[in-house]
Antibody, heavy 121, light 107 residues
Framework: EVHLAASGGDLAQPGGSLRLSCAAS????????MSWVRQAPGRGLQWVSS????????YNADSVTGRFTISRDNSKNTLYLQMNSLRAEDTALYYC??????????????WGQGTLVTVSS | EIVMTQSPATLSVSPGERVIFSCRAS??????LAWYQQKFGQAPRLLLS???TRATGVPARFSGSGSGTEFTLTISSLQSEDFAVYYC?????????FGQGTKLEIK
């Protein structure tokens, strides 16, 4: 059974940093691209960043480019999101999500439970 | 960026009725379109990918259709557990984009 457990969310000050983690199990982690998707309170879903199975390719939303870095450690079956220069508008529940096909970037077939990031002074 | 527009924002429907959700893309997305269901306090759940392919465990009352820029999700006979927010998402282009969601309420 696929399981994604996100953690690392916290209260951070504007301009501060956080690192989110997502521990994956139940599938061959290195074969699947992964992603972070966020949801601001009471709002819809917004794709943030994606990374290939090998980690060699990365894609970011314009709103986080230059501030957020997605990475993965396939030996630990863990996905990360390093978040720097945080802004109030980054406040959201951050979901890690697995892409549905090996080596592709298609639909998201499994989602973690989310970890809450709050940016406020 | 491809903008995904869902309509209406809210649907009020009675159990047992048929409901149709609409999703429009600002540019063609081929068949690279998925639908997700999100219940209150839960993570999204994949319903359909490739416009019409049901995910594992999704009941047959959920179906999808459309092509290019116009897509629909249909629930043939609403069950109490179907009341949730529904999102469409395109994965044809970067950035991946979602519609703003349609909330399905009990009438």
């Amino acid at each position: 059974e696929v399981h994604l457990a996100a953690s690392g969310g916290d209260l951070a000050q504007p301009g501060g940093s956080l690192r989110l983690s997502c521990a994956a199990s139940g599938f061959t982690f290195s074969s699947y691209a992964m992603s972070w998707v966020r949801q601001a309170p009471g709002r819809g879903l917004q794709w943030v960043s994606s990374i290939s199975g090998s980690g060699g390719s990365r894609y970011n939303a314009d709103s986080v480019t230059g501030r957020f870095t997605i990475s993965r450690d396939n030996s630990k079956n863990t996905l990360y999101l390093q978040m720097n220069s945080l802004r109030a508008e980054d406040t959201a529940l951050y979901y890690c999500a697995k892409y549905g096909d090996p080596y592709g970037y298609y639909h998201f077939d499994y989602w973690g439970q989310g970890t809450l990031v709050t940016v406020s002074s | 960026e491809i903008v995904m527009t869902q309509s209406p924002a809210t649907l009020s429907v009675s159990p047992g009725e048929r409901v149709i959700f609409s999703c429009r893309a600002s540019h063609g997305v081929n068949n690279n379109l998925a639908w997700y269901q999100q219940k209150f306090g839960q993570a999204p759940r994949l319903l359909l990918s490739g416009v019409s392919t049901r995910a594992t465990g999704v009941p047959a009352r959920f179906s999808g259709s459309g092509s290019g820029t116009e897509f629909t999700l249909t629930i043939s006979s609403l069950q109490s557990e179907d009341f949730a927010v529904y999102y469409c998402q395109q994965y044809n282009n970067w950035p991946r984009t979602f519609g703003q969601g349609t909330k399905l309420e009990i009438k």
